[in-house]
């Protein structure tokens, strides 16, 4: 198996006690395979009164692909879907020429523990019209001491109900009493890895919350040895063959793609429609500002 890289996670504090690290994109591996974003939010037990309540904000050429470990999380979107997603449970929105979403904790004052990725889409689908789909039932199988979860792809006699649109591998790996796994890969693949809870061991080195792994294209296979209550995810997927950029919730093809997208959230254009919110003044819900673009 090829040597696997350490690359240490980013912090960040949202607010209302919610910590985030981010793995995805960093200076040292920017995507595995079309995974091109990946927050490890929680695990946060919100104060009285508090919870994550994140406003309208557009997406472009991906998909955002949220696995929810524990919570509640209310999803709207410009399409006019509104979904309480649960533990186990896949939303997979494909933004594709644009939409909006907000997210809301159900309930202030209780738990979230959550995985937050992008897709990034192929050129040739990156204008897409957009779309939103909730999986509830994911192909779950177990292996002595291990569940395993398959949440996208194919893996072995399993294959995913989410509809990706690159080829790719996405899976939960959890064990409550500690165990040992030994997983065959496909040799065009890169892969990834990150602990969300407990530790994992692989190749006599353990890994924490607090670092992602990644591993070159052309081994078959890896074996991974689970703490008590560990829990993994793990990435994989052909390399991306064309660059992307990203700019705040944007993914794009060019910078020009996204300094238009920018231009057109800022102006109210039509491919960023609203997204619904009885309790607002306006029945809809309020706009996050985005940032000044980076470059001119």
Known sequence: MNKIRRIELRS??????????RALPSRHQRMVGAWCFLDHAGPVNFAPGKGMHVG???HTALQT???LIDGEVLHKDSLGNELIIRPGQVNL?????GIVHTEDSVVNGGRLHAAQLWIALPPELADCEPDFAHYPELPIWHVEDVQCTLLAGT?????????VRSPMLGMDLFSKQG????????????YGFLTLTGQVNVQGETYTPDEFA????????????????ARVLLLGGVPFETPVQMWWNFV?????AIAQAQKDWEQGDPRFGDVLDESANTGVAARLAAPALPWK
């Open 155 to 163: 893996f072995n006699a399993f294959t995913a109900p989410t509809a």
């Open 65 to 67: 692909f949220t696995w």
């Open 179 to 190: 165990g040992t796994v030994n997983l065959s890969l496909n040799r065009d693949f890169e």
């Open 252 to 256: 794009g093809h060019s910078k020009e």
């Open 12 to 21: 960040a504090d949202l607010g209302e006690g919610m910590l985030v690290k």
């Open 56 to 58: 309208a904000h557009p």
């Open 93 to 97: 929105m494909t933004a594709g020429r």
């Open 214 to 229: 990644y591993l070159e294209p052309g081994s078959e296979n890896l074996e991974m040895t689970l703490s008590t209550d």
